[in-house]
């Protein structure tokens, strides 16, 4: 029987948001702790999930302001 990761579950969750328009690009995610409440996980979960979807280019991390979508609209294709 396969599990999947929570951080991998939370961050298809979270590109999947981002994918449908509902999280639009600017758009600012819930703090590490609030997500942590979300899903009842621990702030090293959600921290392996900001990761993912930052490798993935979908969210940027800015010191002291939290994590936003990012806009994709100028990357090349």
Same mark, same amino acid.
């Given at each position: 029987?396969?599990?999947?990761?929570? %951080?991998?579950?939370?961050?298809?969750?979270?590109? !999947?948001?981002?994918?449908?328009?509902?999280?639009?690009? $600017? !758009?600012?995610?819930?703090?590490?702790?609030?997500?942590?409440?979300? %899903? !009842?996980?621990?702030?090293?979960?959600?921290?392996?999930?900001?990761?993912?979807?930052?490798?993935? $280019?979908?969210?940027? $991390?800015?010191?002291?302001? $939290?994590?936003?979508?990012?806009?994709?609209?100028?990357?090349?294709?």
């Amino acid at each position: 029987m396969s599990v999947t990761p929570h %951080y991998v579950r939370i961050a298809t969750e979270i590109r !999947d948001r981002i994918r449908s328009g509902d999280l639009k690009p $600017g !758009d600012k995610l819930p703090s590490i702790s609030e997500l942590c409440d979300h %899903y !009842d996980v621990s702030t090293q979960v959600i921290r392996s999930a900001m990761l993912t979807l930052r490798a993935e $280019g979908l969210v940027e $991390g800015h010191q002291g302001l $939290g994590v936003f979508v990012r806009d994709r609209s100028d990357d090349p294709k």
